[in-house]
């Protein structure tokens, strides 16, 4: 087991040997939870996040649907610089 020191604005430093085992980045999201006394702090992956967000889409818009992400982002360019 690993310390590591709680700061004055509550924050911890991952210590290198755990974000180089679990391949955590500068800007990567965790996920925090507690279990128990214990504090769970787990990494959001890329993969993981998309499946989260597709069963949110599933739970309140009644089960898949399909985007056509080229025109969405097309839309939101078009919306954002007025360029056709």
């Given at each position: 087991?690993?310390?590591?020191?709680?700061?004055?604005?509550?924050?911890?430093?991952?210590?290198?040997?755990?974000?180089?085992?679990?391949?955590?980045?500068?800007?990567?999201?965790?996920?925090?939870?507690?279990?128990?006394?214990?504090?769970?702090?787990?990494?959001?992956?890329?993969?993981?996040?998309?499946?989260?967000?597709?069963?949110?889409?599933?739970?309140?818009?009644?089960?898949?649907?399909?985007?056509?992400?080229?025109k969405?982002?097309?839309?939101?360019?078009?919306?954002?610089?007025?360029?056709?």
């Amino acid at each position: 087991m690993i310390e590591t020191v709680v700061t004055r604005k509550f924050q911890i430093t991952i210590p290198k040997v755990i974000r180089e085992k679990l391949k955590i980045k500068v800007g990567d999201r965790l996920l925090i939870s507690i279990q128990d006394d214990k504090i769970i702090l787990k990494p959001i992956r890329g993969r993981e996040a998309l499946i989260k967000l597709a069963s949110i889409a599933d739970k309140y818009l009644g089960g898949p649907i399909k985007i056509n992400v080229v025109k969405l982002v097309e839309e939101i360019l078009e919306r954002e610089t007025g360029i056709d």
